[in-house]
């Protein structure tokens, strides 16, 4: 849910070569239908069955809020092994690229909204945690072109936390287990503000650097330039 996206991702039909690594031809012919898309594809038709079991019968059955549970359970462990497939095995397919993301929100946004509208969690909550998800995947999108903003260990203990929080929150949960959900959900808002906010100084850096890198070459080229025309026009003398 953090970097680039960990399934960006496909494959392809090439046996992985010594190492478990594929080469570079075979990176470039990656196809859609791999495991690591598989997956990602699979996270993304849980997301519809995942609202329709736990809003069936009112949203408030134990029984279909722990089938909402499995689904979303398996949702998170899907995200996990794509990344590492993709990771692993250089699975790049431009699908991956846009789904992989979009996957990962959707289940998250979908549990996050169901949950507010059952009345169980804070819109504010909802509010705050999707605004950050949506905007920082927008950030980072708009530094691309400069660099890419690598993974932190807060962006991943924040991805945990949430995935554990949500979790517990649709699994109706009574007594000290209900307490201990709305502690471990603030500690997912806190991670998710602060990391946010990491990630956008990342980004303002990032971009600075990439403008003054561009605008250097831009500078080098011009003098590279009228120095060959310099040298030109004395050869004709």
Not at 27 to 51: C, D, K
Not at 92 to 97: C, E, I, S
Request: aromatic share 8%.
């Amino acid at each position: 849910m953090t970097g680039v996206p960990a399934s960006a991702a496909g494959g392809s039909g090439a046996k992985p070569v010594r190492g478990g690594k594929l080469g570079t031809a075979a990176v470039n012919q990656a196809s859609l239908w791999n495991i690591a898309n598989l997956l990602t594809m699979l996270r993304l038709v849980l997301v519809p069955g995942f609202v329709l079991l736990l809003l069936h019968n009112g949203g408030y059955d134990p029984a279909w809020r722990s089938f909402a549970w499995a689904a979303f359970a398996v949702a998170m462990i899907t995200d996990l092994f794509d990344g590492h497939l993709a990771r692993t095995y250089n699975l790049v397919t431009d699908f991956g690229k846009i789904a992989d993301p979009i996957a990962d929100k959707a289940i998250m946004g979908a549990a996050l909204v169901c949950l507010s509208y059952l009345g169980d969690l804070p819109w504010w909550v909802t509010g705050v945690i999707l605004f950050r998800e949506i905007g920082i995947t927008l950030m980072r999108f708009w530094v691309i072109r400069h660099a890419v903003i690598p993974a932190s260990r807060g962006g991943k203990m924040k991805t945990l936390a949430q995935g554990t929080a949500v979790g517990m929150y649709v699994l109706a949960l009574t007594g000290p287990l209900a307490t201990l959900r709305f502690w471990v959900m603030a500690v997912a808002v806190v991670l998710t503000v602060v990391t946010g906010l990491d990630y956008v100084r990342q980004a303002v850096v990032l971009r600075r650097k990439g403008l003054a890198a561009e605008r250097a070459a831009a500078a080098a080229g011009a003098v590279q330039g009228a120095s060959g025309s310099r040298d030109s026009a004395e050869a004709e003398r």
